[in-house]
């Protein structure tokens, strides 16, 4: 029994250090981010082969802390839907960091799926974290993917919310600006 309460313990403490990861992600603060990673990574037996990056570089920061999330995704994806804002958490910081380093499409991709489960959820502030990457991506790209019809009724039951329905109309118009002829 001590040894399964050890283990809850580790789990927690590898949760607690994503948590924080997530945060300092949204911050911009990659190194930090990483460092929280690893740590929580190493607890939970999943850091595999990542290192903190040896140069100092903008991008190679972000390219570790996307591999991290990854990592950290499956961690908090394995919880059994017990820890569904962690994973909310982590696809938001994954679509943060997959914007600034010109993933866009993929970008979108996460921080919409977290925008569903915050929906499906009642989660006002996390999918206001979500919308709040959306809307920094372009327009095109955000609205290309809630048009598929494969996500048209995700898209439908996510904008119900006053918020979302008049960041979606701010979407379309800009998306309209740009795809419009010109006389």
């Not at 927690?12 to 924080?20: D, G, M, T, V, W």
């Not at 990056?53 to 591999?67: R, V």
């Not at 982590?90 to 679509?95: F, P, S």
Request: proline residues 3%; hydrophobic residues 35%; glycine residues 6%.
């Amino acid at each position: 029994m001590a040894q399964q309460d050890s283990t809850g313990d580790d789990e927690q403490e590898a949760k607690a250090y994503i948590r924080s990861g997530n945060d300092r992600i949204l911050n911009n603060d990659f190194q930090g981010a990483i460092e929280n990673f690893i740590k929580g990574l190493e607890i939970a037996g999943k850091r595999g082969n990542i290192k903190q990056p040896t140069t100092d570089s903008f991008k190679s920061g972000i390219e570790t802390a996307i591999e991290c999330l990854k990592k950290a995704l499956e961690i908090a994806s394995d919880s059994d839907g017990e820890d569904k804002e962690l994973e909310m958490d982590t696809l938001i910081g994954l679509g943060h960091a997959c914007r600034l380093n010109r993933q866009l499409e993929r970008a979108n991709q996460h921080c919409q799926e977290a925008l569903y489960i915050a929906n499906k959820l009642g989660d006002t502030l996390r999918a206001n974290k979500a919308m709040g990457v959306i809307e920094k991506l372009p327009p095109w790209i955000a609205y290309k993917r809630m048009m598929t019809t494969h996500d048209f009724l995700i898209t439908s039951t996510i904008f119900k919310h006053p918020i979302h329905q008049i960041a979606f109309n701010r979407m379309t118009y800009k998306t309209k600006l740009f795809t419009m002829p010109r006389k």
